[in-house]
Protein backbone atom coordinates (compact mmCIF):
# COMPACT_ATOMS: atom_id res chain seq x y z
CA UNK A 1 0.00 0.00 0.00
CA UNK A 2 1.64 3.37 -1.23
CA UNK A 3 1.91 5.93 1.64
CA UNK A 4 -0.78 8.27 1.99
CA UNK A 5 -1.54 11.94 3.38
CA UNK A 6 -4.17 12.20 5.88
CA UNK A 7 -6.89 13.79 4.95
CA UNK A 8 -7.44 16.62 7.80
CA UNK A 9 -10.76 15.87 7.89
CA UNK A 10 -10.64 12.30 8.73
CA UNK A 11 -13.10 10.84 11.32
CA UNK A 12 -12.48 8.90 13.91
CA UNK A 13 -14.32 5.72 13.51
CA UNK A 14 -16.93 4.06 14.96
CA UNK A 15 -16.70 1.86 18.06
CA UNK A 16 -18.66 -0.75 18.57
CA UNK A 17 -19.36 -2.58 22.06
CA UNK A 18 -18.53 -6.32 19.56
CA UNK A 19 -15.49 -3.97 18.91
CA UNK A 20 -14.16 -2.85 21.89
CA UNK A 21 -14.72 -6.41 22.77
CA UNK A 22 -12.24 -7.76 20.10
CA UNK A 23 -10.06 -5.28 20.99
CA UNK A 24 -9.65 -5.60 24.70
CA UNK A 25 -8.98 -9.47 23.90
CA UNK A 26 -6.31 -8.40 21.65
CA UNK A 27 -4.63 -6.30 24.75
CA UNK A 28 -5.50 -9.22 26.55
CA UNK A 29 -3.34 -11.85 24.61
CA UNK A 30 -0.70 -9.50 24.74
CA UNK A 31 -0.21 -9.27 28.16
CA UNK A 32 -1.52 -5.33 28.26
CA UNK A 33 -3.87 -5.70 30.55
CA UNK A 34 -3.48 -5.88 34.58
CA UNK A 35 -4.75 -8.49 36.43
CA UNK A 36 -6.88 -6.39 37.83
CA UNK A 37 -10.09 -5.10 37.73
CA UNK A 38 -10.23 -0.85 38.09
CA UNK A 39 -10.64 0.76 41.38
CA UNK A 40 -14.11 0.01 41.73
CA UNK A 41 -14.22 -3.00 40.61
CA UNK A 42 -16.36 -2.68 37.61
CA UNK A 43 -13.83 -3.74 34.88
CA UNK A 44 -10.11 -4.41 33.75
CA UNK A 45 -7.46 -1.55 34.07
CA UNK A 46 -5.95 0.31 31.18
CA UNK A 47 -2.56 -0.70 29.51
CA UNK A 48 0.13 -1.05 31.31
CA UNK A 49 2.79 1.99 31.39
CA UNK A 50 5.83 3.17 32.29
CA UNK A 51 7.23 6.58 33.00
CA UNK A 52 9.90 7.78 30.25
CA UNK A 53 11.38 11.25 30.93
CA UNK A 54 12.50 13.28 28.45
CA UNK A 55 13.42 16.91 27.64
CA UNK A 56 10.49 18.68 28.10
CA UNK A 57 8.92 16.49 30.77
CA UNK A 58 7.58 13.25 31.89
CA UNK A 59 5.05 10.55 29.87
CA UNK A 60 3.21 7.48 30.85
CA UNK A 61 3.97 5.55 27.84
CA UNK A 62 2.82 2.20 27.16
CA UNK A 63 4.70 -1.10 28.08
CA UNK A 64 4.11 -2.03 24.23
CA UNK A 65 2.93 0.91 21.99
CA UNK A 66 1.80 0.28 19.00
CA UNK A 67 0.83 3.17 16.98
CA UNK A 68 3.69 5.30 17.07
CA UNK A 69 3.61 8.54 15.78
CA UNK A 70 7.05 10.14 14.48
CA UNK A 71 6.91 13.83 14.54
CA UNK A 72 10.48 15.29 13.24
CA UNK A 73 12.87 14.98 10.16
CA UNK A 74 15.75 14.12 12.11
CA UNK A 75 15.58 10.34 12.34
CA UNK A 76 12.75 9.43 14.43
CA UNK A 77 11.47 7.46 11.02
CA UNK A 78 14.62 5.38 10.10
CA UNK A 79 15.15 5.19 13.85
CA UNK A 80 11.70 3.05 14.58
CA UNK A 81 12.45 1.50 11.77
CA UNK A 82 15.90 0.47 12.73
CA UNK A 83 14.05 -0.97 15.81
CA UNK A 84 11.93 -2.97 14.27
CA UNK A 85 8.94 -0.52 14.79
CA UNK A 86 6.60 0.72 11.73
CA UNK A 87 4.83 3.99 12.69
CA UNK A 88 1.40 4.21 11.69
CA UNK A 89 2.32 8.48 10.69
CA UNK A 90 5.56 10.24 10.07
CA UNK A 91 5.99 14.02 9.38
CA UNK A 92 6.74 14.18 6.28
CA UNK A 93 10.50 15.72 4.72
CA UNK A 94 8.65 16.70 1.19
CA UNK A 95 9.97 20.63 1.65
CA UNK A 96 13.48 19.40 2.46
CA UNK A 97 14.36 16.68 -0.09
CA UNK A 98 11.29 16.74 -1.79
CA UNK A 99 9.67 13.29 -1.16
CA UNK A 100 7.76 12.23 1.61
CA UNK A 101 10.57 10.16 3.39
CA UNK A 102 14.25 9.52 3.29
CA UNK A 103 15.13 7.07 0.25
CA UNK A 104 17.12 5.18 2.30
CA UNK A 105 14.20 3.78 4.07
CA UNK A 106 11.32 4.11 1.37
CA UNK A 107 10.95 0.75 0.69
CA UNK A 108 9.97 0.28 4.27
CA UNK A 109 7.22 3.04 4.75
CA UNK A 110 4.28 1.72 2.82
CA UNK A 111 2.32 1.01 5.61
CA UNK A 112 3.66 4.56 6.80
CA UNK A 113 0.73 8.00 7.02
CA UNK A 114 2.61 10.72 5.63
CA UNK A 115 1.19 13.48 8.11
CA UNK A 116 1.21 17.24 6.72
CA UNK A 117 3.35 20.04 8.67
CA UNK A 118 0.95 22.16 10.04
CA UNK A 119 2.52 25.71 9.55
CA UNK A 120 6.41 25.85 9.60
CA UNK A 121 9.01 23.14 8.07
CA UNK A 122 8.51 21.23 11.26
CA UNK A 123 5.60 22.06 12.81
CA UNK A 124 2.99 18.77 12.82
CA UNK A 125 -0.48 18.93 12.27
CA UNK A 126 -2.56 18.58 15.85
CA UNK A 127 -5.35 17.30 13.77
CA UNK A 128 -3.79 14.88 11.70
CA UNK A 129 -1.84 13.42 14.60
CA UNK A 130 -5.23 12.99 16.54
CA UNK A 131 -6.85 11.43 13.13
CA UNK A 132 -4.39 8.69 13.97
CA UNK A 133 -5.04 7.52 17.56
CA UNK A 134 -1.47 7.25 18.34
CA UNK A 135 -0.50 5.76 21.69
CA UNK A 136 2.91 6.93 21.75
CA UNK A 137 4.27 10.48 19.71
CA UNK A 138 8.00 11.07 19.21
CA UNK A 139 9.60 14.09 18.10
CA UNK A 140 12.40 16.51 18.26
CA UNK A 141 12.47 18.46 20.99
CA UNK A 142 12.47 22.01 19.33
CA UNK A 143 9.87 20.87 16.49
CA UNK A 144 7.30 19.92 18.78
CA UNK A 145 7.90 22.43 21.80
CA UNK A 146 4.85 24.74 21.34
CA UNK A 147 2.55 22.09 20.63
CA UNK A 148 3.40 19.81 23.17
CA UNK A 149 0.52 20.25 25.42
CA UNK A 150 -1.52 19.86 22.74
CA UNK A 151 -0.22 16.85 21.68
CA UNK A 152 0.41 15.47 24.90
CA UNK A 153 -3.84 15.43 25.05
CA UNK A 154 -3.85 13.23 22.10
CA UNK A 155 -1.35 10.43 23.11
CA UNK A 156 1.54 10.29 25.18
CA UNK A 157 4.28 12.53 24.09
CA UNK A 158 8.29 12.06 24.17
CA UNK A 159 10.21 14.89 22.91
CA UNK A 160 13.69 13.52 22.19
CA UNK A 161 17.35 15.95 21.39
CA UNK A 162 19.41 15.33 18.53
CA UNK A 163 23.22 15.33 18.29
CA UNK A 164 24.24 15.77 14.78
CA UNK A 165 27.66 14.14 14.77
CA UNK A 166 26.10 11.43 16.47
CA UNK A 167 23.02 9.51 15.40
CA UNK A 168 23.48 6.94 18.32
CA UNK A 169 22.22 9.86 20.86
CA UNK A 170 18.67 10.09 19.57
CA UNK A 171 18.52 6.58 18.69
CA UNK A 172 18.96 5.35 22.17
CA UNK A 173 16.57 7.97 23.33
CA UNK A 174 14.36 6.88 21.27
CA UNK A 175 14.84 3.10 21.90
CA UNK A 176 13.90 3.86 25.61
CA UNK A 177 10.97 4.97 24.98
CA UNK A 178 9.61 2.17 23.17
CA UNK A 179 11.65 -0.44 25.20
CA UNK A 180 13.87 -1.82 23.04
CA UNK A 181 17.51 -0.07 23.68
CA UNK A 182 19.06 -3.98 23.08
CA UNK A 183 18.14 -3.42 19.53
CA UNK A 184 19.80 0.26 19.46
CA UNK A 185 22.99 -1.08 20.29
CA UNK A 186 22.54 -3.87 18.67
CA UNK A 187 22.27 -1.36 15.76
CA UNK A 188 25.15 0.78 16.82
CA UNK A 189 27.35 -2.24 17.54
CA UNK A 190 26.63 -3.65 14.12
CA UNK A 191 27.72 -0.25 12.34
CA UNK A 192 30.56 0.56 14.15
CA UNK A 193 32.05 -2.84 13.26
CA UNK A 194 31.17 -2.53 9.37
CA UNK A 195 32.81 1.18 9.87
CA UNK A 196 36.00 -0.19 11.18
CA UNK A 197 36.07 -2.58 8.05
CA UNK A 198 35.31 -0.62 5.36
CA UNK A 199 37.79 2.28 6.79
CA UNK A 200 40.37 -0.44 6.82
CA UNK A 201 40.00 -0.29 2.72
CA UNK A 202 41.41 3.00 2.75
CA UNK A 203 44.85 2.46 3.65
CA UNK A 204 46.95 5.47 5.21
CA UNK A 205 44.33 8.27 5.06
CA UNK A 206 46.43 11.17 5.13
CA UNK A 207 45.74 15.06 5.43
CA UNK A 208 41.52 15.53 4.67
CA UNK A 209 39.44 18.45 4.59
CA UNK A 210 35.49 18.66 4.76
CA UNK A 211 33.55 21.22 3.90
CA UNK A 212 29.76 22.22 3.11
CA UNK A 213 29.06 24.85 0.98
CA UNK A 214 25.29 26.63 2.66
CA UNK A 215 24.87 29.24 -0.23
CA UNK A 216 25.30 32.77 0.13
CA UNK A 217 29.08 32.54 -0.85
CA UNK A 218 29.78 30.67 2.58
CA UNK A 219 31.44 27.71 3.22
CA UNK A 220 31.66 25.43 6.97
CA UNK A 221 35.50 23.85 7.15
CA UNK A 222 34.74 20.94 9.74
CA UNK A 223 36.83 19.58 12.51
CA UNK A 224 36.02 15.81 14.54
CA UNK A 225 34.03 17.29 16.54
CA UNK A 226 31.33 19.06 14.31
CA UNK A 227 30.88 16.29 11.66
CA UNK A 228 30.74 12.16 12.14
CA UNK A 229 32.40 11.88 8.99
CA UNK A 230 35.30 14.48 9.92
CA UNK A 231 35.36 12.25 13.58
CA UNK A 232 35.24 8.73 11.38
CA UNK A 233 38.35 9.75 9.41
CA UNK A 234 40.33 10.88 12.31
CA UNK A 235 39.82 8.02 14.56
CA UNK A 236 40.97 6.03 11.49
CA UNK A 237 44.28 7.30 11.60
CA UNK A 238 43.42 10.93 9.27
CA UNK A 239 44.31 14.08 10.16
CA UNK A 240 41.44 16.70 9.36
CA UNK A 241 43.46 19.92 8.01
CA UNK A 242 42.87 23.11 8.74
CA UNK A 243 42.73 22.58 12.86
CA UNK A 244 40.73 25.01 14.65
CA UNK A 245 43.86 26.63 15.77
CA UNK A 246 45.11 27.23 12.10
CA UNK A 247 42.32 28.35 10.35
CA UNK A 248 40.92 31.34 9.37
CA UNK A 249 37.48 32.46 9.71
CA UNK A 250 34.59 32.55 11.57
CA UNK A 251 34.41 29.56 14.36
CA UNK A 252 31.39 28.02 15.64
CA UNK A 253 32.27 26.62 19.07
CA UNK A 254 34.40 23.82 18.27
CA UNK A 255 32.61 22.15 15.64
CA UNK A 256 33.84 24.19 12.31
CA UNK A 257 34.68 27.48 10.81
CA UNK A 258 32.67 29.65 8.36
CA UNK A 259 34.70 31.13 5.94
CA UNK A 260 34.49 32.85 2.23
CA UNK A 261 35.80 32.11 -1.37
CA UNK A 262 38.56 33.98 -0.37
CA UNK A 263 39.68 31.74 2.15
CA UNK A 264 39.55 28.72 0.36
CA UNK A 265 43.29 27.86 0.05
CA UNK A 266 43.63 26.45 3.60
CA UNK A 267 41.28 24.06 2.68
CA UNK A 268 44.70 21.74 1.66
CA UNK A 269 43.98 18.40 2.51
CA UNK A 270 45.39 15.13 0.61
CA UNK A 271 41.68 14.52 -0.11
CA UNK A 272 38.55 16.88 0.38
CA UNK A 273 35.20 15.72 1.31
CA UNK A 274 32.33 17.27 0.38
CA UNK A 275 28.97 17.55 2.27
CA UNK A 276 26.07 18.74 0.13
CA UNK A 277 22.52 19.08 0.58
CA UNK A 278 19.55 17.37 -1.03
CA UNK A 279 17.60 20.22 -3.16
CA UNK A 280 17.79 23.30 -5.45
CA UNK A 281 19.38 25.12 -2.49
CA UNK A 282 22.13 22.63 -1.68
CA UNK A 283 23.01 21.95 -5.47
CA UNK A 284 23.37 26.04 -5.47
CA UNK A 285 25.44 25.99 -2.97
CA UNK A 286 27.40 23.36 -4.26
CA UNK A 287 28.00 24.54 -7.48
CA UNK A 288 28.98 28.01 -5.97
CA UNK A 289 31.55 26.18 -3.97
CA UNK A 290 32.79 24.13 -6.88
CA UNK A 291 32.70 27.46 -8.93
CA UNK A 292 34.66 29.71 -6.52
CA UNK A 293 37.96 30.94 -8.41
CA UNK A 294 40.21 28.93 -5.89
CA UNK A 295 38.18 25.52 -5.98
CA UNK A 296 40.75 24.43 -9.21
CA UNK A 297 43.77 24.93 -7.23
CA UNK A 298 43.06 23.44 -3.95
CA UNK A 299 45.73 20.25 -4.38
CA UNK A 300 43.21 17.57 -3.93
CA UNK A 301 41.20 18.92 -6.74
CA UNK A 302 44.03 19.04 -8.94
CA UNK A 303 45.04 15.60 -7.56
CA UNK A 304 41.30 14.28 -8.59
CA UNK A 305 40.88 13.15 -4.82
CA UNK A 306 37.38 15.27 -4.17
CA UNK A 307 34.25 12.68 -2.36
CA UNK A 308 31.31 14.10 -2.46
CA UNK A 309 28.78 12.65 0.12
CA UNK A 310 25.19 13.51 0.86
CA UNK A 311 24.91 15.96 4.06
CA UNK A 312 21.21 14.62 5.67
CA UNK A 313 22.67 11.31 5.69
CA UNK A 314 26.10 12.10 7.03
CA UNK A 315 24.71 14.34 10.16
CA UNK A 316 22.49 11.30 11.13
CA UNK A 317 19.17 12.95 9.72
CA UNK A 318 18.58 9.38 8.22
CA UNK A 319 19.15 7.44 10.78
CA UNK A 320 21.92 4.81 10.54
CA UNK A 321 20.58 3.49 7.10
CA UNK A 322 21.94 6.92 6.28
CA UNK A 323 25.39 6.62 7.99
CA UNK A 324 25.83 3.18 6.05
CA UNK A 325 24.81 4.46 2.78
CA UNK A 326 27.25 7.80 3.69
CA UNK A 327 29.89 5.29 4.64
CA UNK A 328 29.63 3.36 1.61
CA UNK A 329 29.68 6.01 -0.76
CA UNK A 330 32.79 7.55 1.06
CA UNK A 331 34.45 4.62 0.59
CA UNK A 332 33.68 3.37 -3.03
CA UNK A 333 34.22 7.00 -4.17
CA UNK A 334 37.64 6.82 -2.24
CA UNK A 335 39.55 3.60 -3.57
CA UNK A 336 37.87 4.98 -7.08
CA UNK A 337 40.27 7.39 -7.20
CA UNK A 338 42.95 5.15 -7.65
CA UNK A 339 45.60 7.03 -5.77
CA UNK A 340 46.84 6.76 -1.94
CA UNK A 341 46.47 10.16 -0.09
CA UNK A 342 48.94 13.03 -1.79
CA UNK A 343 48.31 11.69 -5.48
CA UNK A 344 51.03 9.47 -5.57
CA UNK A 345 50.42 6.78 -7.58
Partial sequence: MPS????RDLRAPV???STRRQFLAVLGAA???????????SGPAGPATRTVQHPLGTAAVPVAPARVVALDRRAALPHLLALGVTPVGALTYESIIGTPFPPVVADRTGEVAVLPTGGGADDPSVEAVAALRPDLVIGWTAGIEEQYAALSRIAPTVAVDVDFTDAAVSLRAIAAAVGREAEAERVI?????RRAARFAELGDIGTVSVVLGIGGGQFRVYTPAGSSVARWLAEAGGSVVPTLADATGEPYGDEHVLIGPESLGQVTGDTVVVMFNTGAAGEAALAELE???LWAGLPAVRAGRVVRINSQESVGSYGFQGYDSVLDSLVDQWAASGRSPGGRP
Fill in 31 to 41: GLLAGCSSADG
Fill in 15 to 17: VTD
Fill in 4 to 7: TVLD
Fill in 291 to 293: GSP
Fill in 189 to 193: GGFAE
